[in-house]
């Protein structure tokens, strides 16, 4: 039971930083990415090319986004600009491009 009670409290004490991550991520989306992408949960992307975010999830497994943000993501269209971001802006654009699903099985 107590084991049970310690792993409710840290689910408890993620989601607020989970829920951080996401806003953070979405201001920078906002900021960095908006002239390209759909942000939202409707709606075509400004950039016929640029996938909306609400789709990019599907095509990563948990912790895999975070990973290319944070190597530095190559894409095939040069209109892409390359964006070196800090650990904490991968975590976060990661986590606010993840909070629209799962990723599609594989």
């Not at 943000?69 to 894409?75: D, L």
Request: glycine share 6%; hydrophobic share 45%; with cysteine.
């Amino acid at each position: 039971m107590r084991n049970a009670i310690a792993v409710f409290g840290f689910v408890l004490s993620i989601v607020p930083a989970l829920a951080d991550d996401i806003s953070a991520g979405k201001a920078l989306a906002e900021l960095n990415c908006s002239r390209c992408h759909a942000l939202g949960n409707a709606g075509e992307s400004p950039f016929k090319e640029a996938p909306p975010f609400r789709t990019i999830h599907e095509y990563f497994e948990e912790g895999e986004l975070e990973q290319a943000f944070a190597e530095g993501m190559v894409v095939a269209h040069p209109a892409m600009p390359q964006w070196v971001m800090t650990p904490d802006q991968a975590r976060q654009l990661a986590a606010f491009i993840m909070s629209f699903g799962p990723p599609k099985p594989r």
